[in-house]
């Protein structure tokens, strides 16, 4: 699920249960990416209204933290 308060552009971590796995920038805002969650990336603009990126954060955008 999607937790907090950000906007389009803030760095949010990215969790898989209870490790942190990657940080990234968000290609959009905590409303519409809780609308977007679980949904294919072709469905974006009939759900928004507009698509400005296929992903909620493109991995160009995204560090991987080390797992040990």
């Known amino acids: 699920g999607i937790e907090g308060n950000f906007d389009k552009g803030d760095c949010v971590e990215v969790w898989d249960g209870e490790s942190l796995i990657a940080r990234g920038l ?8 809780q609308k977007l969650v679980g949904v294919s990336s072709d469905q974006i603009e009939e759900i928004l ?3 400005d990126f ?7 955008n995204l560090v991987f933290l080390n797992r040990d």
């Open 26 to 33: 968000t290609n959009y805002n905590v409303v519409d990416m």
């Open 49 to 51: 209204g507009y698509v």
């Open 54 to 60: 296929e992903s909620m954060v493109h991995i160009d």
